[in-house]
């Protein structure tokens, strides 16, 4: 389901498109949605390109395509859930997805034993209740080991994160290490040193100091198939 602002957004792309053959700059967007940096419209391009409902064309300036448009208005689709509940429907490939779901992108494997990098797939997404969101961009990683089994999150899970470069003591984190290394970790500050600690007593905590730790996210949701 998409926000009134996303809505907005799609809507007066796909009005330039098909009046002007090109969409609005940046600037007119900021101006039409009353928003006041381009920063926000950034924001909500991303979002619309994560959920498929635009594709930003390679090599070209300003270059973005409708890809579909919502059936629905943000209210029509809050009124739809409160009478209705969880409603389910058929896609094409015959699964049954819930119609208060959301997709969001899967970022390829983290590791939850020895740090690797996470690499995103351009066209792997994943669908997850909207209740598990909360405010912010959210994405999905595949857990690769067992330093976090004592915390519930085994080999093989799907992890829901919201993206943040911070967060609280004891937070189970993605966490960016040296520039280039991924790892799902509890995460401390402890005498000015960033401990990112395992949750399997047959791994050890590793202490490094901040400049060589980045928050990427912190989890929020969990998926696990049986």
């Known amino acids: 389901?998409?926000?009134?602002?996303?809505?907005?957004?799609?809507?007066?792309?796909?009005?330039?498109?098909?009046?002007?053959?090109?969409?609005?700059?940046?600037?007119?967007?900021?101006?039409?949605l009353g928003l006041k940096s381009k920063s926000g419209i950034h924001r909500l391009i991303t979002s619309l390109e994560e959920r498929r409902f635009i594709r930003r064309?390679?090599?070209?300036?300003?270059?973005?395509?409708?890809?579909?448009?919502?059936?629905?208005?943000?209210?029509?689709?809050?009124?739809?859930?409160?009478n209705n509940g969880t409603r389910f429907r058929m896609n094409s490939s015959a699964s049954i997805i819930a119609d208060n779901n959301t997709e969001i992108p899967l970022y390829g494997k983290i590791a939850a034993g020895t740090p690797?990098?996470?690499?995103?797939?351009?066209?792997?997404?994943?669908?997850?209740?909207?209740?598990m969101l909360g405010m912010g961009e959210h994405?999905?990683?595949?857990?690769?080991?067992d330093s976090m089994i004592e915390a519930g999150i085994l080999n093989g899970d799907t992890v829901v994160i919201q993206r943040s470069n911070s967060s609280e003591n004891g937070a189970i984190v993605v966490a960016l290490v040296d520039g280039y290394e991924v790892t799902l970790k509890r995460?401390?500050?402890r005498q000015g040193k960033v401990a990112l600690e395992p949750a399997n007593k047959n791994?050890?905590?590793?202490?490094?100091?901040?400049?060589?730790?980045?928050?990427?996210?912190?989890?929020?949701?969990?998926?696990?198939?049986?």
């Open 57 to 82: 064309l390679p090599h070209k300036a300003r270059a973005i395509e409708v890809v579909r448009l919502p059936e629905n208005t943000p209210e029509e689709e809050k009124e739809l859930l409160r």
């Open 116 to 131: 690797i990098e996470a690499l995103r797939d351009e066209n792997e997404f994943v669908s997850v209740p909207q209740n």
């Open 139 to 145: 994405y999905a990683l595949k857990v690769e080991g």
């Open 1 to 32: 389901m998409l926000t009134r602002k996303q809505y907005d957004l799609l809507l007066l792309i796909d009005k330039r498109l098909k009046s002007d053959g090109v969409p609005p700059s940046f600037d007119e967007m900021k101006d039409a």
């Open 203 to 226: 791994y050890e905590t590793k202490v490094l100091a901040p400049e060589r730790v980045a928050v990427q996210g912190r989890l929020v949701g969990l998926l696990r198939n049986y």
């Open 187 to 189: 995460i401390y500050c």
